[in-house]
């Protein structure tokens, strides 16, 4: 399977200032890279993803980063709202029997205070 | 569009009864879907992938006689907790992955939380 580390686990920034959580991977198979955003009692919403065909990825406040080599990839929000508030979780895909199966980190909770 | 749906939202049992929870993916088809559980300020653990018309796939330390899993459409997989106990109190997330397209994202439902008295 795959491993997924997740730093920081809290994150706390004021509105307007930017966060950036770092996720780790370890099976080099890994090509599919999607973030989620879960608020309390709900379920996960995908936010953003990137496939390891590609570094980067933006859209419009969240950006995220990818480097195949070292196995790593961030996201990035700017201009910080407090309804950015929530916990994120990263996940990386690994094949297994049934197909396409994702491990997810930990998750940071992120608190964006006005 | 990717809306999937969970029913119940939430379920309150006795301990020893069997609890069913469906997953529908409502405008999309969907060869896979998952099961998670989660607790209380933690991750998604896999439990099982479910697809269709095949034997789910269980995580390690997963009861598959416990936690039956049938995927009979392409828009829906069940999960049914038998034998209920506490511990198996949590958050139960399904998600489903399109058929026919990257393979890989997957969309989730909006959760079943299971309280077992």
């Known amino acids: 399977g795959e491993n997924v580390e997740q730093h920081p686990s809290t994150l706390s920034v004021q509105e307007g200032d930017s966060a950036v959580i770092k996720c780790t991977y370890s099976?080099?198979?890994?090509?599919?890279f999607p973030w989620y955003k879960q608020e309390l009692g709900k379920r996960p919403q995908l936010i953003i993803d990137?496939?390891?065909?590609?570094g980067e990825k933006k859209d419009q406040r969240i950006a995220v980063t990818l480097n195949k080599t070292a196995k790593h990839f961030s996201l990035h929000i700017t201009e910080t709202q407090p309804e950015d508030s929530a916990v994120y979780f990263c996940?990386?895909?690994?094949?297994?029997?049934?197909?396409?199966?994702?491990?997810f980190g930990k998750g940071t909770s992120l608190l964006v205070t006005p | 569009g990717a809306v999937v749906s969970q029913h119940p939202s939430w379920v309150i049992c006795k301990s020893g009864t069997s609890v069913k929870i469906e997953c529908r993916s409502l405008?999309?088809?969907?060869?896979?879907m998952f099961w998670y559980r989660q607790f209380p300020k933690q991750s998604l653990m896999l439990m099982a992938t479910?697809?269709?018309?095949?034997?789910?796939?269980?995580e390690q330390g997963v009861e598959k006689d416990k936690f039956l899993i049938n995927h009979a459409s392409l828009t829906l997989s069940t999960l049914t907790v038998t034998s209920a106990h506490p511990e198996d109190s949590s958050f139960y997330i399904c998600s489903a992955q399109p058929s026919g397209r990257a393979g890989e994202t997957q969309y989730f439902g909006p959760g079943t939380r299971l309280l077992v008295l």
């Open positions: 099976d080099s198979a890994s090509n599919y």
């Open positions: 479910s697809n269709e018309g095949s034997k789910a796939t269980y």
């Open positions: 405008d999309f088809q969907a060869t896979t």
């Open positions: 996940a990386a895909s690994w094949r297994s029997n049934s197909g396409y199966a994702l491990n």
């Open positions: 990137i496939r390891s065909n590609v």
